[in-house]
């Protein structure tokens, strides 16, 4: 990060023990002190097939009725791979993973854990589950969840009897995305780091090509397309290799909001 940006993630994102210019001018500095060089295959990683005694696993994804639509022919994620892909050398568009997070996907996993081990994190055959609270009031209300992978996924009319917004759990499967011939992981920050920690060197993942840096998962809160083109991008390797600066991020949970209102009004 260029320093105003590093300031304003400190200040933001971050507890910190002064927010003194100074102070987080050395913490800045000493970020960079751990970046090290640049990965001389950054985007670039070992792409190995899922082995054949596996596949099993994936074409029961491929038919699972929750997710089997995303793989059909015209869905988001039609002409996608399941593929061994190496971790270290992915594209890492996010500032921060959480470490509490990923030892939760890893709490389970041995060292040098085997393809079969690995399936079911990141490639899971079931529906995911967090918990929300909601709270509710004679015209409104609202969801609270800690997990900021419950989602809204749009609002409008559900069978033809409720009005309102639609929300979910994300996806929860590692997932790379191909740009311009660099591969960037665009879901699975945690379950990536946590396989890494504790000894595979590649992910069992969707891999897919994509037209465009939106599609990447780039946007306005993230790493910029320019310094992930560059010659020194940020990677998941900053991370597993611990070359990423240890913050500790200020908690945050999603909140879904929702009111309503009826009016007769004359209709001219």
């Excluded at 060089?37 to 596996?54: S, W």
């Excluded at 061994?84 to 890893?106: M, N, W």
């Amino acid at each position: 990060m260029d320093q105003p940006t590093a300031h304003a993630h400190f200040i933001n994102a971050c507890v910190c023990a002064s927010q003194a210019p100074a102070d987080l001018d050395a913490e800045w500095n000493a970020a960079k002190a751990k970046l090290g060089a640049a990965f001389p295959n950054a985007g670039k990683p070992d792409i190995q097939p899922i082995p054949a005694a596996n596949i099993a696993h994936t074409n029961q994804l491929l038919n699972g009725p929750w997710v089997g639509h995303f793989f059909a022919a015209g869905g988001t994620w039609q002409g996608a791979h399941f593929m061994l892909v190496e971790i270290d050398p992915l594209l890492a568009f996010q500032f921060t993973v959480g470490d509490g997070r990923s030892k939760h996907h890893g709490a389970a996993l041995g060292q040098n854990p085997s393809v079969v081990d690995l399936l079911p994190i990141c490639l899971p055959l079931a529906p995911p589950s967090e918990n929300f609270q909601t709270f509710s009031s004679p015209n409104s209300m609202m969801l609270k969840a800690r997990s900021l992978n419950v989602q809204n996924f749009g609002g409008g009319v559900f069978n033809a009897a409720f009005m309102g917004i639609q929300f979910g759990v994300s996806l929860p499967f590692v997932h790379v995305v191909r740009h311009n011939g660099r591969c960037y992981l665009h879901n699975g920050f945690h379950r990536a780091l946590a396989i890494r920690k504790a000894g595979a060197t590649h992910a069992p993942c969707i891999l897919r090509d994509v037209a465009d840096h939106a599609s990447v998962g780039i946007h306005a809160g993230t790493f910029g397309a320019t310094l992930l083109e560059s010659a020194n991008p940020p990677t998941l390797g900053h991370f597993t290799q611990g070359r990423a600066y240890d913050v500790q991020l200020k908690n945050v949970a999603r909140y879904l909001h929702v009111s309503w209102a009826d009016y007769v009004i004359p209709d001219e």
